[in-house]
């Protein structure tokens, strides 16, 4: 049981969380608002951007989400072309994604204003406050993996 000062603190602590959050995709928002898009695109293109040749499975596994999640955002993204599928060259049941010349030029400026916002953040706080910023996002991050789904 969590005493009343602490509930407090980590109230307090939660509220930051979100309003860095709704800072962090402030910006995103607001271009992918102009293309007709969500959040969930925006992962998508992220991380197709950065893993190119993944998989739609890989994808499943680094999204954390069920294929019918999946389904109606990836093929979205691939009728407006900023997504390209391909077969894999050995296993022709496996389809491997990347980003189109257009998809990674959206992708890049979705992701340039958190990219800037972080730097900044990083630079004004110096190397200490973002290495425990960053053990404590890797701390967060992997209890999705420790807790059953």
Request: net charge positive; charged share 25%; aromatic share 8%.
């Amino acid at each position: 049981m969590v005493d009343q000062d602490r509930q407090k603190e980590l109230n307090q602590a939660l509220e930051l969380f979100h309003f860095a959050f709704r800072a962090f995709t402030k910006e995103p928002d607001v271009m992918l608002e102009r293309y007709g898009l969500q959040r969930v695109h925006h992962r998508i293109l992220y991380f197709v951007g950065r893993n190119e040749g993944l998989s739609v499975n890989e994808l499943l596994q680094i999204l954390c989400v069920s294929k019918q999640a999946l389904n109606a955002p990836l093929r979205m993204l691939k009728e407006r072309e900023l997504i390209i599928t391909t077969t894999d060259k050995t296993d022709k049941r496996i389809r491997r994604l990347a980003l189109s010349e257009t998809g990674k030029t959206l992708e890049y400026q979705l992701s340039q204003s958190q990219r800037e916002l972080i730097q900044s953040v990083f630079e004004e706080n110096g190397t200490v406050a973002e290495l425990q910023w960053r053990h404590i996002m890797t701390a967060i991050a992997k209890t999705q993996f420790s807790q059953p789904s």
